[in-house]
């Protein structure tokens, strides 16, 4: 079974410019959560959907953060302009739905993100 | 809120020997889970061994086992046999009712040879 797959693996962009990060969640997965994980600290969660709905996003930063799931399967979060503390690594993950295995989430590798 | 703390940020091991990653949260929920989580220097996040916050018996996966104590809040992860490839950052996490996963902010473990 294939796993989470994440694009770039990394990326070096400036302050004030755009990025996007994509992500393909295992499949059957309905729930896909974006999270972001600044150096030495745990991952933060930023958004989850349920299909292409938004089940939480109280987390994301909404003047630049934007993300989106259309069919219900891929997803792009995009960071529109960039700050230095965006500086990051953005891990999505998937999950089941209903039952013990909703409890599980599956990570991809995760994408570098510096801003200079 | 939810919160979780590790509050030992490092630790190092001899392999072979058997180390405990120490984890203590805060909830008012009578109904959740419980994670260890192990991140590899490649980043992928692996899910270690889960807990079952209504079973009284602690949960184990081969080498890993969890002492859960519900009314202390703790739930550590003991290692046992160390070996080179459990060298990773571990992370403890909580998921309640609003199924938002809560991670602590990690340790460092390191298994020397």
């Known amino acids: 079974e294939a796993g989470v797959a994440q694009s770039p693996r990394y990326k070096i962009i400036e302050k004030r410019q755009s990025v996007a990060f994509w992500c393909n969640p295992i499949?059957?997965?309905?729930?896909l959560y974006w999270y972001q994980q600044i150096l030495g600290q745990g991952p933060k969660l930023l958004i989850q959907f349920q299909n292409n709905g938004v089940v939480d996003d109280s987390q994301l930063p909404k003047d630049r953060f934007s993300a989106e799931r259309l069919k219900g399967v891929d997803s792009t979060l995009k960071i529109q302009p960039a700050k230095l503390e965006d500086s990051a690594v953005y891990l999505c993950?998937?999950?089941?739905?209903?039952?013990?295995?909703?409890?599980?989430?599956?990570f991809g590798p995760g994408t570098r993100l510096t801003v200079t | 809120a939810q919160t979780v703390t590790q509050s030992q940020p490092e630790m190092s091991v001899q392999e072979a020997e058997t180390v405990t990653l120490s984890c203590t949260y805060d909830?008012?929920?009578?109904?959740?889970?419980l994670f260890w989580y192990k991140q590899p220097p490649s980043r992928q996040m692996i899910l270690v061994i889960r807990?079952?916050?209504?079973?009284?018996q602690n949960a184990t996966e081969n080498r890993f086992s969890v002492n859960f104590q519900k009314a202390a809040k703790s739930f550590s992860l003991k290692i046992s046999d160390s070996q080179l490839g459990d060298t990773a950052m571990y992370f403890c996490?909580?998921?309640?009712?609003?199924?938002?996963?809560?991670f602590g902010k990690g340790m460092k473990l390191t298994v020397n040879p």
């Open positions: 499949s059957g997965h309905a729930t």
């Open positions: 807990q079952e916050a209504y079973k009284q």
């Open positions: 996490a909580f998921k309640g009712g609003s199924e938002k996963l809560v």
């Open positions: 909830t008012s929920e009578s109904n959740y889970y």
């Open positions: 993950a998937s999950s089941l739905v209903g039952g013990p295995s909703s409890y599980e989430q599956y």
